[in-house]
């Protein structure tokens, strides 16, 4: 259907098994799709405060390309929540956090926003985030006129918001 050959297509489902997204029944051998436990979910939300909130406190030193970055993958989010699917959403709204914790170097990050990737992908609608691609807008405007502290408090309400969203799935 894909025109994938078998090894391929074995060799991706064992690395989606290894990355945790995938779990395989031990009676049945079927892979099933993982979903994050409320636990995990509390877990990486605490993380990404951390790395987010040490991006926007280094953003004071982060060069013009940065701060061009942040805006632009704000903007681009917008335009994604306008026209895109689920899957291109969510990817735009990690370029924008990402585009934060550049600020500070971080590579481990990006091993964080993988795990919630396909949790959140499932329940995005992009019809219904406008407000969510403001926030992000307004992110970025606080960060370049140097308002710190409110684009700070900014992020932490929006993940506040996204964590408290995700956990409710999980609940059903």
């Not at 090894?7 to 997204?21: I, K, P």
Request: proline share 1%; glycine share 6%.
């Amino acid at each position: 259907r894909y025109n994938v050959s078998r090894s391929t297509t074995r060799e991706a489902l064992v690395r989606l098994e290894e990355d945790g997204f995938l779990s395989r029944d031990p009676g049945t051998r079927t892979l099933r799709f993982r979903t994050l436990t409320e636990e995990e979910i509390r877990d990486v939300y605490y993380a990404r405060r951390f790395y987010e909130g040490s991006g926007i406190n280094h953003a004071k030193h982060a060069t013009e390309g940065q701060l061009k970055e942040i805006s632009d993958s704000a903007t681009s989010l917008c335009e994604m929540l306008n026209h895109g699917n689920a899957y291109d959403v969510v990817e735009a709204e990690w370029r924008c956090h990402t585009a934060i914790v550049a600020c500070i170097g971080s590579d481990q990050y990006k091993g964080l926003l993988r795990k919630l990737s396909l949790a959140l992908a499932q329940i995005e609608d992009p019809r219904e985030d406008m407000v969510s691609g403001q926030e992000h807008v307004n992110i970025a405007q606080l960060l370049v006129a140097k308002d710190y502290r409110q684009a700070k408090k900014a992020l932490f309400a929006h993940l506040d918001a996204g964590e408290r969203e995700l956990l409710d799935c999980v609940r059903g």
